[in-house]
């Protein structure tokens, strides 16, 4: 059995070369996902979970501290409630996957694509006056979205894992405030969590929540030049308040609609996270992201056995807050075990032999760089507290360059097309028109905007759209996406 092991092979295809393939296998072969039986989903392993709670807690984390309550609606939604709000309807309808209901007057029920519809319609009953108000609500769920495309694990799928934060205010201004509120969340989240540096921006009209007022977002750029959308926070103004009823007595004794806002991220910063900091021996972790941040394999010789074993778990206890492993695994060569552990994306390994025994030492290997040290053993707690800090920090700066190196300005078409073609995102003065962003769409075959960024909005005075030569309005990021 261990020989057949020994024969596993780590990953077959390379970054640089076909990151797709590349990609699947890191997804695989670390064992964060696997494909499901059903079409269009995929299986989160243990892994990948472990992962995906420490997102969760972090945020919690935050949303504790934004006053933001947790809570559970219903998968199914009445058919009936996506007729309320047209504009909602009609974005969500290529998506939404129906069920027949014939015990409840023949109308169907939608499988949760997103949850404003269901619930809004609990809000309408919930919100009475100006005291009820402000209401923050998230909820952690599923939703099924009926996808063509193929499976992309963490990336693509019909059925996927998020939260959504749901929010009701008194006035406009409040609500403002709060939607680039949680976006800046989201940034903190990817960053300072997940080492992923983002750019914030707003929507274009074409490309905003369906029935928004406006739609911000956060979006990171990967390695073969597509951008990945990984959060979004919407201004919902007032017409879902109007087309469920929701209303509230204010202070001037009057009834008011109030303003509405909703905002979500994905299992997809998963994905852009493996896609973003992996590399051709598997997967990557962020140390602050990761479930067990060590790894401690003990190089074991018969005649030092059980004092080699011992230091180890000593180890393991002194580094007990970074959920340390320890691989005394018999059958398996040493070499073997480092692979393994590579492919899986342990941030730190930690070897002790017999000579390092005798000189009270252990060898302390990064596994983004591979840089090996030696360290004492009565220091290992503290030296592990500060590079998993400095290993954080390198990551991000590793992807900040790469991310900044790979906008461009692009004054004309001729200048766009070479920029996309070379995997690279555009920055663009636009006019900011539907039909402009329809024509760049096709003339591409799917270069989309994808945002314009917070900060930077307004084009130069007397600047022309690179497409279209009409005055332009804005600056504009443009490149492929997933």
Same mark, same amino acid.
């Given at each position: 059995?261990?020989?057949?092991?020994?024969?596993?092979?780590?990953?077959?295809?390379?970054?640089?070369?076909?990151?797709?393939?590349?990609?699947?296998?890191?997804?695989?072969? &670390?064992?964060?996902?696997?494909?499901?039986?059903?079409?269009?989903?995929?299986?989160?392993?243990?892994?990948?979970?472990?992962?995906?709670?420490?997102?969760?807690?972090?945020?919690?984390?935050?949303?504790?501290?934004? @006053?933001?309550?947790?809570?559970?609606?219903?998968?199914?939604?009445? *058919? %009936?409630?996506?007729?309320?709000?047209?504009?909602?309807? *009609?974005?969500?309808?290529?998506?939404?996957?129906?069920?027949?209901?014939?015990?409840?007057?023949?109308?169907?029920?939608?499988?949760?694509?997103?949850?404003?519809?269901?619930?809004?319609?609990?809000?309408?009953?919930?919100?009475?006056?100006?005291?009820?108000?402000?209401?923050?609500?998230?909820?952690?769920?599923?939703?099924?979205?009926?996808?063509?495309?193929?499976?992309?694990?963490?990336?693509?799928?019909?059925?996927?894992?998020?939260?959504?934060?749901?929010?009701?205010? /008194?006035?406009? &201004? *409040?609500?403002?405030?709060?939607?680039?509120?949680?976006?800046?969340?989201?940034?903190?989240?990817?960053?300072?969590?997940?080492?992923?540096?983002?750019?914030?921006?707003?929507?274009?009209?074409?490309?905003?929540?369906?029935?928004?007022?406006?739609?911000?977002?956060?979006?990171?750029?990967?390695?073969?030049?597509?951008?990945?959308?990984?959060?979004? &926070?919407?201004?919902?103004?007032?017409?879902?308040?109007?087309?469920?009823?929701?209303?509230?007595?204010?202070?001037?004794?009057?009834?008011?609609?109030?303003?509405?806002?909703?905002?979500?991220?994905?299992?997809?910063?998963?994905?852009?996270?493996?896609?973003?900091?992996?590399?051709?021996?598997?997967?990557?972790?962020?140390?602050?992201?990761?479930?067990?941040?060590?790894?401690?394999?003990?190089?074991?010789?018969?005649?030092?056995?059980?004092?080699?074993?011992?230091?180890? @778990? /000593?180890?393991?206890?002194?580094?007990?807050?970074?959920?340390?492993?320890?691989?005394?695994? /018999?059958?398996? %060569?040493?070499?073997?075990?480092?692979?393994?552990?590579?492919?899986?994306?342990?941030?730190?390994?930690?070897?002790?032999?017999?000579?390092?025994?005798?000189?009270?030492?252990?060898?302390?290997?990064?596994? @983004?760089?591979?840089?090996?040290?030696?360290?004492?053993?009565?220091?290992?707690?503290?030296?592990?507290?500060?590079?998993?800090?400095?290993?954080?920090?390198?990551?991000?700066?590793?992807?900040?360059?790469?991310?900044?190196? &790979?906008?461009?300005?692009?004054?004309?078409?001729?200048?766009?097309?070479?920029?996309?073609?070379?995997?690279?995102?555009?920055?663009?003065?636009?006019?900011?028109?539907?039909?402009? *962003?329809?024509?760049?769409? @096709?003339?591409?075959?799917?270069?989309?905007?994808?945002?314009?960024?917070?900060?930077?909005?307004?084009?130069?005075?007397? %600047?022309?759209?690179?497409?279209?030569?009409?005055?332009?309005?804005?600056?504009?990021?443009?490149?492929?996406?997933?």
């Amino acid at each position: 059995m261990a020989k057949e092991k020994e024969n596993v092979k780590g990953l077959t295809a390379k970054k640089e070369q076909d990151i797709a393939e590349w990609y699947s296998q890191v997804c695989l072969k &670390s064992e964060v996902a696997d494909y499901a039986p059903v079409k269009g989903c995929y299986i989160i392993r243990p892994l990948g979970y472990a992962i995906w709670q420490n997102i969760q807690d972090h945020f919690n984390r935050c949303l504790k501290y934004r @006053d933001v309550k947790n809570a559970y609606f219903p998968l199914f939604i009445p *058919e %009936s409630f996506f007729h309320k709000e047209a504009q909602h309807a *009609e974005g969500f309808s290529p998506e939404v996957a129906w069920i027949a209901n014939k015990e409840e007057g023949q109308e169907r029920l939608a499988i949760r694509p997103t949850s404003e519809t269901i619930m809004y319609d609990s809000y309408s009953r919930w919100i009475r006056s100006w005291r009820d108000l402000p209401l923050r609500i998230n909820q952690w769920a599923n939703v099924v979205r009926w996808e063509t495309e193929a499976t992309k694990l963490f990336l693509r799928s019909r059925e996927f894992l998020w939260q959504e934060g749901h929010c009701v205010y /008194e006035t406009e &201004s *409040e609500c403002d405030a709060e939607v680039k509120l949680f976006l800046e969340e989201y940034k903190n989240l990817a960053e300072e969590l997940l080492a992923m540096p983002v750019i914030m921006g707003r929507k274009t009209d074409k490309e905003k929540f369906a029935g928004a007022n406006y739609t911000l977002t956060v979006e990171a750029f990967m390695p073969d030049g597509k951008a990945l959308q990984v959060g979004t &926070s919407h201004n919902l103004g007032q017409r879902f308040g109007q087309a469920f009823g929701i209303s509230f007595l204010g202070k001037d004794e009057l009834s008011h609609t109030p303003w509405q806002s909703s905002w979500g991220f994905s299992t997809r910063l998963i994905g852009a996270m493996i896609l973003l900091h992996s590399d051709n021996k598997g997967l990557v972790l962020p140390p602050k992201l990761a479930p067990n941040k060590v790894v401690i394999v003990p190089i074991i010789f018969d005649k030092m056995r059980d004092e080699i074993l011992a230091k180890a @778990d /000593e180890i393991r206890e002194v580094l007990s807050e970074y959920d340390p492993i320890i691989d005394d695994r /018999e059958g398996y %060569s040493p070499g073997w075990k480092f692979n393994e552990w590579e492919l899986k994306g342990v941030p730190f390994r930690i070897e002790i032999g017999p000579k390092d025994l005798e000189a009270k030492q252990a060898v302390m290997v990064r596994r @983004d760089t591979g840089e090996k040290q030696f360290i004492k053993i009565a220091d290992i707690k503290p030296i592990i507290a500060e590079q998993i800090e400095i290993m954080q920090k390198d990551m991000f700066k590793k992807a900040k360059k790469h991310m900044d190196d &790979s906008i461009v300005f692009a004054k004309d078409w001729e200048s766009f097309t070479s920029v996309v073609e070379n995997k690279k995102m555009a920055k663009v003065h636009f006019c900011g028109e539907t039909g402009c *962003e329809d024509e760049i769409k @096709d003339k591409t075959a799917g270069v989309k905007s994808r945002c314009i960024p917070l900060g930077d909005e307004a084009a130069p005075d007397g %600047s022309k759209c690179f497409h279209c030569g009409k005055s332009a309005k804005y600056n504009v990021y443009f490149s492929r996406a997933y």
